[in-house]
């Protein structure tokens, strides 16, 4: 999730040959590798959230970040993503930072976890903080509250502060809403003010693959993608007038969308998948 901000950043329509939303209906098969891939998910994700539920609550954060990479290394291979790691040598593992990443889907706030050291802090909705097991872990963790209303941004402010001064990054996704289209869509610039007013470093994380796993609007988890995470070079953002900003949140798009263009170019296949054929 994205505070709120002024209006998105302008950007280029996705191009007519994207599949838009959930795609054609699954066939058997695929229905069964996604109840497949869902029942191993939760036989493996739901005892670790509770275990590490716990563990908040009473260890150190430095020990719990441990703790995670495990949890999160077999929830990914629960649900059949076969990961591939990119990171710019420039990003420093002692320097907390604000995470900027595509929004794709339910595993968005995993899928960055094992690529770095840092422990990142996420933001969800203050909704989703009552659901069972999953609001409890959030909570335990320290997982920021955003409220679907204005007003905000000095009260994120702050817990962000608090949060950077503990050493621990941030996880941010400004499009504020999973795409639609796999491509990266304009992006809001409240979070890119906060990084600025906080003096953190932003650095761009695109995600590729995860969209044919799965998308928005749909349960179904399509397993054996390959799922790349490019970890982008740092942008110091301190001392950042308001006329620059617009130029840092446009560089970041452009490094968001770099990677997820040249895939849908490599496939070759959007124009077929947007006549309705099923998911390669």
Known sequence: MSPDGPPPAAADEAPPDVPEGAGPPAALAERVRSAAAWSAGLAWGVPWMLGLTVGHRVLPRRWMRALEVPFVWGLLRAVGARMHYHVDRAVD????????????????????????????????????????????????????????????????KGQMAAELAAGRSLLVFPEGHRTRTGRVGPLRSGVFRLARDLGVPVVPVSVVGTYDLMRKGSLEIRPGREVHVHVFAPRETAGLSDERLPELVEDVRRELSGPLDAWWVARGDGKRQARGRRLG
């Open 93 to 156: 593992p002692r320097r907390p930072y604000m995470f900027v990443q595509n929004h794709v889907n339910h595993f968005d706030f995993v899928v960055l976890h094992n690529a770095v050291p840092h422990f990142t802090q996420g933001m969800n909705l203050r909704k989703h903080f009552r659901y069972p097991v999953y609001g409890w872990f959030m909570r335990a963790r320290g997982t920021l509250a955003v409220d679907e209303t204005a007003g905000q941004f000095e009260r994120l």
